[in-house]
């Protein structure tokens, strides 16, 4: 136990800009803000307390980032379920462009605030949306589990919220075929992170060939796993992967893995 919390102390340092501040927030703080800066970088987010564990999963984890499909300066990533921009932050970081969704107002407020805070706002371009099989609205229903991290538009996604349900509000919603029709060109990364919608995302969808590689947080609660593995199966374009973090699925076009092994030669 000792040395677990040692090295996660080592860790704190190496990775981190403010450490001292993480670490009280983290430590005293249950409810509320905390600022969080990776030391590379410099690129800062402000974001709820509950939240902050979503930053290391994205930044040094690595849950989204696609084996044999890195991002490169200029790509094109979709971010569903953009919360408060960790992955858009982490994917202009690396010069990419992202297009981000995300419905709750106050997460979206903070999204928008964090991509101003780091100078992203011609690299991220934000809408303030539920991604689902079509246009129209839905119920979005809101807790403040995970700093909002679990909100949904899923009503069998609710069981798996350990708090009480603040409130419901009508969201817009949007296709994934209307998001790739206002696209140019192809889509490096689809990161699908939005409390068991995926299932209906990816039933809606109508050219995954448009996309290279998709990074999915699953929710076996909202529906049958296997239902969702099947349809990225029967697309014939893509190959299906499990991540070693808990919920990972992953799938890249074959034609981009062949890429990636000519270039490691």
Not at 6 to 33: C, D, M, W
Not at 88 to 114: M, Q, T
Not at 160 to 166: A, G, T, V
Not at 176 to 195: N, Q, Y
Request: charged letters at 20%; hydrophobic letters at 40%.
């Amino acid at each position: 136990m000792l040395l677990t919390r040692v090295i996660e102390l080592l860790q704190g340092i190496v990775r981190y800009g403010n450490p001292v501040h993480i670490a009280l927030k983290r430590r005293f703080s249950k409810t509320g803000l905390m600022t969080i800066c990776d030391r590379q970088t410099g690129v800062t987010v402000k974001a709820a307390v509950k939240s902050s564990h979503m930053f290391g999963e994205t930044w040094y984890s690595h849950d989204y980032d696609v084996p044999g499909c890195p991002l490169r300066p200029g790509d094109v990533v979709i971010d569903i379920g953009a919360n408060q921009g960790f992955f858009s932050c982490y994917a202009a970081s690396k010069g990419a462009i992202a297009y981000a969704f995300e419905p709750y107002p106050e997460s979206f407020g903070r999204l928008r605030d964090n991509i101003e805070r780091n100078g992203f706002s011609s690299s991220v371009k934000l809408s303030q949306v539920a991604v689902s099989s079509s246009n129209g609205t839905a119920t979005f229903w809101c807790s403040d589990y995970l700093g909002g991290g679990a909100n949904t538009i899923v009503e069998a996604h609710l069981a798996s919220i350990p708090e009480d349900i603040k409130n419901k509000i009508v969201v817009e919603t949007v296709s994934m075929d209307s998001i790739l029709a206002g696209l140019p060109g192809r889509v490096r990364l689809c990161k699908i992170d939005c409390e068991g919608a995926e299932f209906n995302i990816l039933a809606g969808l109508s050219d995954p060939s448009r996309i290279d590689s998709f990074a999915i947080e699953y929710h076996p609660d909202a529906y049958r796993l296997r239902e969702l593995v099947a349809i990225m199966v029967n697309w014939g374009t893509h190959q299906i992967g499990f991540g070693k973090a808990s919920h990972m699925l992953y799938a890249v076009q074959d034609s981009i893995l062949s890429e990636y092994a000519d270039s490691h030669r």
